[in-house]
């Protein structure tokens, strides 16, 4: 480890810290559905789209029709993704002449950008029309990231409103965030990405004379656009296969810096949105002051193991730290440092390959998101999972002052804990049910490339990834086969529609409540107990359900490693 390694990573909380209040600010202008000064330009095109489906924004709506509307608006958007997908061979848009997607290739996809994952079973710039791009994959990239946001504001709402039978209406909240928010963001960055060198055309193929005198095609398409959304939306589909290690998505150190702060800015925010929105900041920072600091123990421990590389190696004479699978543009501490922000958020984006990492250094990520994908998470899916956190250490906080516990004015009763309890509970019974199964099924175990613990830990990494809607892969596996992509779309779906269902009606419980005021007995939840107890239940819980899984992966595979011994 280095001095410039851990400024690198000190200035990048830095600036994002410093970013919170602002982007919150925006936030919550637009939880609140005011004007914004952008409304000046886009104000008419939004009224537009409301006189168009006839959707009235100031009717709101109950936690279940809030709920049925979602769950309409993705299942549509998952058939026309699906068909698309399907029928690319004779649609527009395809220079390359690409078929069309297998059937099982082709549900995987679009169950994986309509749920916010954007795993990928193939190779983008091989696999992938440029209208495919554009019209099946980056307007998901643009709505699943708006729809976790809404989802935030609605459990927002529930929180702050006081006997209230609505928690806001899904279209308006739809409309605004994508319109004020995620657009303006990507225009702006899609103009820096193309300054930066990432294309941004409709051709297909260039071909070229290399210095060998050979003739290559180099592969091209509309990438910047689809990458700004990718990052700020925490999408992480790759145009190319080797995703944000590719010199076209990726090009300089600077990008690779901006793009890590885009895929956690706006969750940054929101823990703002959601102290300003319950009428007491406080509260926003106490939630981000405990995302920070497991954030901070994951970098860490990643940084440490790959700085530190192989033992093996060293023994052969070998210095220096793990450097296999990662850019040399970016060098061990950025690589470190952009792996654990894509799986403290829900961004399946990489730029360099886990699959190469130190065990140890490789279980972070994997640990990340076997917490709920809650360490500052996905766009509003990180939020409202970790206030499911939240209501169970506010749970616990109650049972040890002896009094029914209550969390930002609101009592936290038998029906919130159980709702959390069980959104909660989706992850590891989908996560080790399929991961058990598919390490004694004859299809499961032709998926992983290596054997004994590492290739236990590609299968239990790809099931991580699709229940917690993260999308990134330990890229040992071969997941393009019909078992796969059939089971981890299933598990994408239930990671990703099971949590929110009864997130909602912990929403809708919540707003009908009266206000309690804090007294003297109330368990404060804006101090450093408060922050600790938080950290404490997130681990208890994530180390507890999933230490046996990660003992028979990643910690086995650093043992046999400082034994010498090679799986």
Known sequence: ??????????????????????????????????????????????????????ID?????????????MLLFNVALLVL????????????????????LSPDLAFNTAVSFTTNTNWQSYGGEATMSNLSQMLGLTIHNFLSAATGIALAFALFRGFARREAKAIGNFWADMTRITLYLLLPLCVVYTVFLIASGVPQTMAGVVDVQTLEGARQSILLGPVASQEAVKMLGTNGGGFFNANSAHPFENPTALTNFV??????????????????????????WAILSAMVILFLAGVTVTYWQEAAGNPVLHQLGVAGGNMEGKEVRFGIAASALFSVVTTAASCGAVNGMLDS????????????????????????????????FAILAVFVAGLMVGRTPEYVGKKIESREVKLAVLAIAVLPLVILGLTSLSSVLQQ?????????????????????????????????????????????????????????????????????????????????????????????????LGGLTFLPSLALGPIADHLSMIRGQLS
């Open 259 to 284: 793009q890590m702060l885009s895929i956690f800015v706006i969750g940054f925010g929101l823990t703002w949105t959601f102290g300003k929105a319950v009428g007491n900041t406080r509260q926003g």
């Open 444 to 540: 499961g175990l032709a998926g992983p490339l290596n054997k004994g613990p590492h290739g236990f830990s590609e299968i239990l990494y790809a099931f991580t990834s699709a229940v917690g809607n993260n999308g990134s892969a330990f890229a040992g596996l071969t997941a393009n086969t019909p078992y796969y992509n059939g089971l981890l779309g299933i598990a994408m779906w239930f990671g990703r529609f099971f949590v929110i269902v009864p997130m909602l009606a912990i929403a809708g419980s919540l707003a009908a409540k009266k206000y309690t005021p804090e007294s003297a007995g109330s368990f404060p939840t804006t101090g450093g107990l408060w922050v600790g107890l938080l950290v404490g239940i997130i681990l208890i």
């Open 357 to 388: 990492f130190t065990p140890l250094g490789g279980m972070i990520p994997l640990f990340n998101m076997q917490l709920g994908e809650v360490v500052i998470g996905g766009v509003g899916a990180g939020i409202y999972g970790f206030l499911l």
């Open 1 to 54: 480890m280095t001095l410039q390694g851990w400024f690198l990573i000190l200035l990048f909380v830095g600036i994002l810290l410093a970013l919170t209040k602002p982007v919150g600010l925006w936030l919550h202008a637009l939880y609140e559905g005011r004007r914004t000064p952008l409304h000046l330009v886009l104000g008419p095109v939004e009224r537009g789209f409301y006189k168009l489906s006839g």
């Open 57 to 69: 924004p100031a009717q709101e709506q109950g936690w279940r029709r809030y709920a049925v509307h």
């Open 81 to 100: 993704t699906y068909a698309v997908l399907r029928l690319q061979g004779v649609l527009p848009g395809n220079p390359q002449g690409l078929a069309g």
